[in-house]
């Protein structure tokens, strides 16, 4: 038997709780189906069978998880930080447990591969583990002095927060915030994208076993035009964290904005790496190709735009090509698949869409711009050459393993049309020159930015976009003041002359 069919049996087993069971809400500790009963289907992207029936929730449902999270709240908000952190460790130690399950999971659900997937269960612990650290000291603050006044900060958790995810790379995401949301005392209700709503099931149960009490964490599954909608209307919800396209982003402004609701968003890209002709070419070859062609291209960070200097143009384009052209497509579990098939049809459509959009506003296709097969979104890595910025293809984030590439002609070239587009997410930069290096990344529209390096994550560094890539920032301290309210205290340090108004 080789390993992808020892792989697929595993998997059919894993699936089979899901097909038996549903993919169900979990509120107050309770598996519960919607309360009008109905569902929808998760389905899978190698041959658009269907996985698992899938609660189709609504308001009402959204209500009651809400209810819940507010009635846990006061409990966990006043749990010691200290005792926070032992409970979210070992949740992070049931995940490590369960990592096979969840990368197996994760693969059939969403496409993607498995040699990508398998540390994605992994990372969610180690996010757990890093934000479990700092609950004790999550509530501290600063103390300054004037000669009358001692000002005491202090943070605390700001309330049930809901917590909507996209269908990427949902378990390593969805960790990202409900992790520092549990650890700053705050209780979650979690709404997974409905294409990819599996593993938010796991950890929701893995959670529980560990220790979770009942009420922290909620999960409703449904539609974003209805359940979404809900949560981010809901009074009682004090915050959304949103991560999801930036045209999402800007409805769940408007529909929060009765209820003043904090947002915190990370959205789209349209992420340029820029490589200089006295780049390492070997080095921008391969984290240009890793940053588009892993993880289906189905990545927010992805280096969707190859910005080259023109005199190294037609050599490092070839290059690509010659990369993009011997990627294995394949089944999602196969250890040598590097890309699988994209999420759902309709996503597969508005890929394929690209290609034809390439054409006809004239760029080259010098890899792919194929479909793979009948069955299933499978599609070839893709590079479009010959195009300019102003084009569909430069502008528009597609989501899939395509690449445009790009002419320069010297610095200012390059920083202006790097900067010329709505996104400001992330950008890499490719140059053996300090100076430029420097003076790329002063002036570079994008909250983050790598110098002669593919994207490699460090939890303690802020993660964000600017423009139309969010509002906010992950990781370290940053994720706790979005989740926590700072409050200040006032003390007299002496007798000081008080206003007398009046008689
Ligand atoms: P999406 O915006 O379509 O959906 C994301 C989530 O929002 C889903 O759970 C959906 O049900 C919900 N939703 C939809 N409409 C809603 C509404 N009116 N109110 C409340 N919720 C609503 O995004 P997607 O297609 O699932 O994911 C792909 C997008 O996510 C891409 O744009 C990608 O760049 C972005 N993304 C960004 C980051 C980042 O860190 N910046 C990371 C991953 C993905």
């Known amino acids: 038997m080789s390993v992808l069919d020892d792989n697929i049996q595993k998997a059919q087993g894993y699936m089979a709780a899901f097909r038996d069971s549903g993919v169900l809400n979990h509120i107050d500790g309770e598996t519960v189906a919607a309360i009008s009963g109905e569902t929808m289907e998760t389905i899978s992207p190698v041959d658009g069978s269907t996985l698992a029936p899938v609660a189709k929730s609504d308001a ?9 999270a507010k009635a846990a709240f006061p409990l966990w908000s006043k749990t010691p930080g200290a005792e926070r952190r032992k409970i979210l460790i070992k949740v992070a130690e049931a995940i490590e447990a369960r990592a096979e399950e969840i990368a197996f999971t994760e693969c059939m659900d969403t496409g993607q591969a498995l040699r990508f997937m398998s540390k994605a269960a992994l990372r969610g612990a180690a996010n757990f583990r890093f934000f479990a650290d700092q609950a004790p000291s999550a509530e501290d603050g600063d103390v300054t002095r004037t000669p009358t006044q001692m000002n005491t900060t202090s943070r ?21 915030k409900i992790a520092p949301a549990l650890a700053a005392g705050c209780t979650v209700v979690h709404k997974p994208a409905e294409f990819s709503p599996m593993t938010a099931k796991l950890l929701v149960e893995i959670a529980e076993g560990a220790g979770l009490p009942k009420g922290v964490l909620n999960v409703v599954n449904g539609l974003g035009e209805t359940a979404g909608k809900r949560l981010t209307e809901h009074p009682d919800i004090k915050a959304i964290a949103f991560v999801g396209e930036s045209r999402t982003g800007s409805m769940i402004m408007k529909q929060g904005a009765d209820t003043l609701k904090r947002v915190h968003f990370e959205l789209g890209g349209k992420n340029p790496v820029i490589v200089f002709e006295d780049a390492d070419m070997e080095r921008a070859v391969d984290a240009a190709t890793f940053m588009i062609y892993s993880l289906n291209g189905e990545r927010c960070t992805s280096s969707s735009r190859l910005l080259v200097h023109e005199s190294i143009y037609d050599d490092f384009t070839a ?30 459509g508005k890929v394929l869409s690209y290609f034809d959009k390439a054409r006809a506003a004239g760029a080259t296709i010098a890899a792919g711009g194929e479909k793979v097969g009948e069955a299933g ?60 290096a420097m003076w790329m990344t002063d002036n570079l529209d994008a909250g983050m930015m790598w110098v002669n ?6 939890l303690p560094a802020p993660f964000g976009g600017v423009k139309a890539s969010g509002i906010g920032r992950d990781g370290g301290d940053w994720s706790f003041d979005f989740y926590m309210e700072t409050v200040n205290v006032s003390f007299p340090r002496a007798h000081h002359k008080i206003p007398k108004l009046g008689g």
Not at 60 to 68: E, K, L
Not at 426 to 436: E, M, P
Not at 453 to 458: A, F, G, V
Request: glycine fraction near 6%; hydrophobic fraction near 45%.
């Open 156 to 176: 605390r958790p700001i309330g049930p927060v809901g917590v909507i995810t996209p269908w990427n790379t949902p378990f390593m995401l969805s960790t990202w």
């Open 60 to 68: 009402g449902d959204i209500d009651r998880a809400v209810a819940a």
């Open 453 to 458: 390096s593919e994207n490699i994550r460090h």
């Open 319 to 348: 290059k690509v090509a010659a990369v993009a052209k011997t990627i294995k497509v394949g089944h999602p579990l196969d250890p040598e698949t590097v890309v699988g098939p994209l999420i759902h049809p309709v996503h597969e």
């Open 377 to 436: 979104c499978f599609v070839t890595p893709t590079l479009f050459t010959g195009a300019t910025n102003d084009m569909d293809i430069a502008q528009e984030e597609i989501f899939g393993p395509v690449l445009t590439a790009i002419p320069f002609k010297d610095d200012e070239d390059a920083l202006a049309i790097a900067n010329d587009t709505q996104y400001g997410l992330a950008a890499y930069v490719w140059t053996q020159d300090l100076d430029r």
